[in-house]
């Protein structure tokens, strides 16, 4: 009796979860990619917050500004452009004076940066963009985005998808055949069909959109997995002996059940945010994403469409090794989380 | 060192067996275990689980896994002058299966179920025996009529899910016999079926080994099995030979503390011992004192719990576009419980024991009948209103690895019962009852803490039965709780259950297929055959006057046991 009232809670001994976490742990690759993850979240809630690249749209450097390591043009874009193209079309001054010369010089020398109010870098750590925006800024800027973007509309979408896939599963009969039917009907559909019908109904741009988009649009694969396992555990053993001991439904289907497919929804959030990531990127560089007051690695890809052209490759630099090493980090941990979570699959 | 001139067909010398179950956690399944096959002869490996004997079995076959298996150094399976530990995967292939085959315990897992019996059975023989297609075939068939199958022709082209577990079982066995082995090894080859068809497959597997003249390693975890079948006897246990020798020195004059335990521990035919005894009771070689005889039976006059009238369950399939099919899983069944009794169900696997259990507890929707408790009719209660009753019957399940939530601690599934139905004034005081609940059904008040996969079966099956406790039931229905477990483990839950039921006088549905067990525990006994009540009588009329033919070819198929093997070596 005496020792029943000091439960001793340093013999607490180790859940599932804990398992889990011991075998990640032990799992290099799941360590340095949940570090790389962890270091965007941390990029993420820093951009969030305004600590940094808070001032991503001044126009820092001269349009097109090369990456500091590469070094500055030869020669500055525009002065060079005057001189170069002022013998040249020499030939084609017909003698008339020119009315805008005055302004127009007045314009190319503003532009060189002559009389501007601040001096332009000819140089960015990582380059500028056409308004001689910093790139690098903008990728963090755009990390911001589309973390945001992807843990947010992952969440919605798993969450949906957990809620219909339990009820289906748990329930069955008729409200199992209107969640499958309400499956078959989005998965019918042709996916980027559906996004667009999404996109004109919302009819206005923004995270926001992007995220309702994605997160109405996702749940579908969650669902079938989570009503497989509703399904599989609402017949166990442990399920009918809550029913023996009286739990109500609600009190099976969540605290019996669900946190032992917990470990598919954990999964599946994982992977769903590295899809929505690159989800996000696909309609953004389609023009469906976030609007032009913001910046993502979708809109920094768009832009990089036309930049190509003239040779200046880092925006899209930038843009595919943030979303890469995200990505892949990602995908890794996601693999790792797996496999710790549900050794059996191994 | 057998007294037979003979060679030992194989001899297995010193062998151990490590298994890394982690980066630094090695578990030593088989610890310098040594024993002889002579050839033609039966030698039974005996032991409860995790004793290493089917490890022991695997690593003759080259079987063990290579990622995480290590044979120790100075280990030796000698077979044809050979060391089958040191040949090469190719050599060892050519002796497994050829010389040496194996049926394993699950037959339909064994099978694989996208192809028919007789093609797997003729695929075996193309490869061993280099016959072709049609010769193959034509062998395969002769093979199945061999093991006994009815209308083999037919059979032939059946797939495995259209085969009962018997006749998967046979197919399995003549794949085994396929290439004419010289040593088969049967790891628990009858564990998964029912008894009636048990008794067939052993009388098969003895007729082929003696018109084959084969050796035979036959693992079992079955006491009374090994009586009947095998002439020389293993007992293992964590690893280590404890005790071998002849079935009759074995049986009648065991030496070891744990041979002894587990010869006793299986609850006897012949009398009903107030507890039985377990392995500790024979620790340093202590001789448990008699216990008094248990008196059984009904009187008559007893006051009934539960009565259950004309109880039917029926499921519906759906068949092609319209059509309905019904299966009637329990048919009219009629009985009364009495107070601080116990009714032993026995049936083999379809007969509808299960479902009998979960429709009375509501667990599952009856068709149609009446469940009388306390005057009223359960099955008729609202679901809204049930929750007073359903504490007051409550079940033990089979598997201890399934009926606990596998996210819970011991003490939060004690602590959920407790608070659904309102029991203790508070969080502190349920746990106190729960601690309590768990010291009074042998476990630790670490317990409290851990999680069900830190414990072993039977402790699972010990925290089950404390959950039903907390709701201080008026009947407690065992489905099968038992018969998952190793016979010293069943022995101590067995004690345990009959402790309870003489301190609270609860009332016991005992549905369990062992007839033995149920001949130890009930007071009556109702023998079901395909959802229906084929006989209801009092445990010892039953089992010494079985009326109905059923329960007769039941009672006959059961092992005879130890007390049987004087007399058949004799005779």
């Known amino acids: 009796m005496s020792a029943a009232a000091a439960p001793a809670p340093s013999v607490l001994s180790a859940g599932l979860w804990r398992l889990a976490w011991t075998r990640l742990s032990r799992d290099a690759t799941a360590l340095v990619s949940a570090a790389i993850v962890l270091l965007y979240l941390v990029l993420m809630a820093a951009s969030a917050a ?195 001991i009286g739990a109500s439904h609600f009190q099976r289907m969540y605290r019996h059940i669900l946190p032992n497919v917990s470990h598919v929804v954990l999964v599946q959030l994982s992977l769903h945010v590295v899809l929505f990531i690159k989800s996000e990127v696909i309609l953004s560089f389609l023009g469906f994403g976030v609007g032009v007051e913001t910046v993502s690695w979708g809109s920094m890809l768009n832009e990089a469409q036309n930049e190509l052209l003239l040779g200046k490759w880092w925006q899209l630099a930038a843009a595919t090794a943030a979303m890469a090493v995200l990505v892949t980090a990602f995908s890794l941990f996601t693999d790792a989380l797996r496999d710790a979570l549900d050794p059996r699959l191994k | 060192m057998t007294a037979d001139a003979t060679v030992p067909l194989v001899r297995v010398h010193n062998l151990g067996v490590d298994f890394r179950i982690d980066r630094d956690a090695t578990l030593q399944a088989v610890k310098g275990v040594s024993f002889d096959i002579p050839p033609r002869g039966t030698v039974a490996l005996v032991g409860e689980s995790g004793s290493g004997k089917t490890v022991t079995a695997l690593a003759m076959l080259g079987l063990l896994p290579r990622s995480n298996a290590t044979v120790l150094p100075g280990s030796r399976i000698e077979y044809g002058g050979r060391n089958l530990l040191e040949l090469t995967p190719g ?31 003729a695929e075996v ?172 039976g009904l009187r008559g006059d007893e006051e009934i719990v539960l009565e259950v009238r004309h109880l039917a369950k029926r499921f519906a399939f759906r068949e092609g576009l319209f059509g309905k099919r019904e299966f009637a899983a329990v048919k009219d069944l009629s009985f009364r419980l009495a107070r601080g009794k116990t009714l032993g169900v026995v049936g083999e696997s379809g007969s509808g024991k299960t479902t009998m259990a979960l429709t009375l507890m509501r667990l599952s929707r009856a068709s149609g009948g009446e469940v009388l408790f306390d005057g ?80 072993s079966g039977g402790q699972r099956q010990r925290i089950a039965v404390a959950r039903c406790l907390t709701m201080k039931p008026d009947v407690l229905i065992c489905d099968e709780a038992v018969s998952a477990l190793d016979v010293s483990v069943q022995a101590q839950l067995l004690n345990l259950l009959q402790d309870l039921q003489d301190e609270y006088r609860m009332s016991y549905i005992f549905i369990s297929h062992d007839l033995a067990v149920v001949r130890y525990m009930a007071d009556e006994v109702m023998v079901m055959r395909a959802g229906e009540a084929v006989e209801l009588a009092g445990a010892d009329e039953l089992y010494a006057r079985p009326t109905h033919p059923y329960t007769r070819e039941l009672l006959a198929a059961m092992p005879a046991g130890r007390r049987a093997a004087p007399g058949r070596s004799a005779g």
């Open chain 1, 50 to 244: 305004g600590f940094i690249a808070g001032d991503w749209s001044r126009e820092a450097g001269v349009s097109y500004a090369p990456p500091a390591f590469q070094g500055p043009d030869a020669v500055s874009p525009e002065p060079s452009a005057i001189a170069d193209t002022g013998p040249a079309a020499a030939p084609e001054d017909l003698g008339i004076p020119d009315p805008l010369a005055g302004a127009l010089a007045e314009i190319r020398k503003e532009l060189a940066g002559g009389s501007a109010a601040e001096a332009k870098a000819a140089t960015l750590p990582f380059g500028g963009d056409k308004w001689g925006r910093d790139v690098l800024k903008k990728a963090i800027k755009g990390t911001e985005t589309s973390m945001v973007v992807g843990l947010v509309a992952a969440a919605l979408a798993v969450f949906l998808g957990t809620l219909f896939g339990a009820m289906a599963g748990y329930r069955g009969g008729g409200t199992d055949d209107f969640f499958n039917w309400l499956y078959s009907v989005f998965t019918a559909v042709p996916y980027l069909l559906l996004v667009l019908a999404i996109a004109a109904v919302l009819n206005q741009k923004g995270v926001l959109t992007v995220i309702l988009i994605l997160g109405l649009t996702g749940w579908t694969g969650t669902f079938r997995l989570v009503r497989a396992e509703y399904l599989r555990h609402k017949a166990r053993e442990y399920v009918l002996a809550a029913d023996a």
């Open chain 2, 91 to 121: 050599a060892l292939r050519a002796v497994r299966g050829a010389e040496i085959s194996m049926v394993f315990q699950e037959p339909m897992s064994s099978l694989n179920p996208v192809f028919t019996a007789g093609f797997q059975l």
């Open chain 2, 125 to 296: 023989l193309e490869k061993h025996t280099g016959l072709t297609g049609r010769q193959a075939r034509a062998r395969a068939l002769e093979l199945i009529r061999e093991v006994g199958i009815p209308e083999p022709a037919a059979r032939i082209r059946a797939y495995p899910h259209e085969l009962s577990g018997g006749q998967q079982q046979r197919i399995m066995i003549a794949m085994a016999i396929a290439c004419e082995p010289r040593l088969l090894i049967a790891d628990e080859p009858t564990t998964a079926l029912d008894v009636t068809v048990e008794k067939q497959i052993l009388r098969l597997i003895a007729e082929l080994q003696a018109r084959r003249h084969m050796a035979m390693l036959f693992i079992t975890h079955d006491l009374a099995l090994v009586a009947e079948i095998a002439d020389h006897v293993v007992v293992m246990r964590d690893g280590e030979v404890r005790e071998q020798g002849t079935v009759e020195q074995v049986f009648d004059a065991p030496r070891d503390d744990y041979t002894r335990a587990l010869l006793a521990c299986r609850p006897p035919l012949a009398s009903r011992p107030w507890r039985l005894p377990v392995i500790d009771d024979f620790r340093g070689g202590a001789v448990p004192a008699p216990q008094p005889e248990r008196p059984r």
């Open chain 2, 376 to 455: 009223r009719d359960l099955l008729a209660v609202p679901e809204a209103a049930a929750l007073p009753y359903k504490r007051r019957i409550q079940i033990v399940f089979q598997n201890p690895y399934a009926s606990l939530n596998p996210r819970f601690t011991a003490g939060e599934i004690l602590l959920e019962p407790l608070r659904i139905h309102g029991v203790g004034a508070g969080d502190a005081e349920r746990a106190a009852i729960a601690r309590k609940l768990l010291d009074e059904v042998g476990l630790p008040e670490s317990a409290f803490f851990k999680y069900p996969h830190e414990f």
